[in-house]
């Protein structure tokens, strides 16, 4: 997906090898087939693939989360154009749910997926595959097969016993949705290796002992019985987290304070958009794990610690937090090292309309909790952190390196591509 929205804008990468690296342009998080081919592998970090990009003219890409994400969502709105509900799974993966109202304007499945890909290709230029399942399981196969079996031409359907047991029976027990790295040994040895062999397993109540319900569903997804429903409406995170890497080793209290409150300012805006608030604080701090020492090479001295703090209320503004959050990182700070990385997990979230009056306090207060909004719509409309606390620097040192930044074309008028 995120190499597929470089070359929609950037057609001079198409037919070359091309990676995106993630936070700072530390490791690659995602490949073109022409990288995976020269032997690039998914996480490796960059100093470890140079021979590889001189040697093949690797095209870098540093992440852009602002395109990716923009691209996403216009991906997801198409969508609709063929099905009344959507439920957007990831950013580049949706489960669409077909009824019988397209047998008027396409003659099959394998018609109706055609013309997604046409005009997904059409209006935004990004390559998709299309599967179809009587079940999400078997959906997530069709769509595993569309990809990787070329002669299907981007779309696979599953909608018989014979086309399952086709699609089935090659299907590694290891690349099933639901299946990790220990389910799959664990079937492995019970001489179980494809999806087709976990269908036909005769007792359930041994799939049921072994990996719970969720495989006992799996099992009945793969039989055709859907158990996974649709989510249209996708439900509030339980936990949130902001804890990206900084561009260069910090060793002061101010800087990771800035990032702290930034950060912190990151997560209150994710709990005001899904309307929650939270009470539980998590704060950690931690050295790179892989530094050397200058000079002689061994490991560097290596430091990390965290904390977690429970407010007195649910909030979901920022000084609140910041009140209890930075007498933690002042405490879990040590003098002498340097430090790669401070994050913040929010825990024991609950619905904004969840108030409760403290007996021996005003919170929460309702005029904070409206200037967090408030706040929010102005940077919406203004440009991110346009409105911020003055204790964040507007240019800090701890920023992330993005070496290889594509512009910002869809979300920003200055950055738009220019026809000449």
Known sequence: ????????????????????????????????????????????????????????????????????????????????????????????????????????????????????????????????????GLTKT??????????????????????????????????????????????????????????????????IDWVRDRMTVNGVRMVYELRGYPCRLLEINAPPKKTICTAMSFGQLIPDLKNITDALTTYLARCCEKLRRQESLARHVTVFLHTNPNRKTPGNGLPAKQYSASRSIRLPHHTNHLPDFLRYAIPVVENLLQLGYNYQKVGIILNDIVPESFRQQGVFSDWPDEKALQIGKTIDRLNHRYGRDKVR????????????????????????WKQILKAS
């Open 1 to 132: 997906m995120y190499v597929s929205c470089e070359r929609s804008f950037n057609p001079s990468l198409n037919g070359k090898p091309v990676i995106a690296l993630g936070n700072n342009d530390h490791c690659v998080i995602a490949r073109s087939q022409e990288a995976k081919n020269v032997g690039i592998k998914m996480g490796q970090p960059l100093f470890q693939i140079r021979e590889l990009i001189e040697q093949h003219q690797v095209q870098i890409c540093s992440s852009n989360f602002e395109l990716y994400g923009d691209l996403s969502s216009r991906l997801m709105s198409l969508l609709t154009n063929f099905a009344d509900h959507v439920e957007p799974y990831s950013i580049d993966e949706a489960f669409v749910q077909i009824d019988t109202s397209f047998e008027g304007i396409y003659p099959s499945y394998q018609g109706l997926g055609s013309a997604m890909r046409d005009t997904v290709a059409q209006w935004l230029r990004l390559p998709i595959c299309v599967g179809f």
């Open 389 to 412: 606390l003055a204790s964040q620097l507007y240019q800090p040192d701890w920023s992330q390196v993005q070496g290889s930044l594509s512009q910002a074309y869809t979300t920003d």
């Open 138 to 203: 078997l959906a997530k196969v069709a769509n595993k097969c569309a990809k990787t079996r070329p002669e299907l031409e981007g779309v696979c359907v599953i909608n018989s016993l014979e086309s399952a047991n086709e699609a089935l029976s090659d299907f590694k027990i290891k690349d099933l949705w639901g299946v990790g790295s220990r389910y799959a040994a664990m079937l492995k040895k019970n001489g179980i290796e494809t999806a087709l062999q976990l269908r036909d397993v005769g007792d």
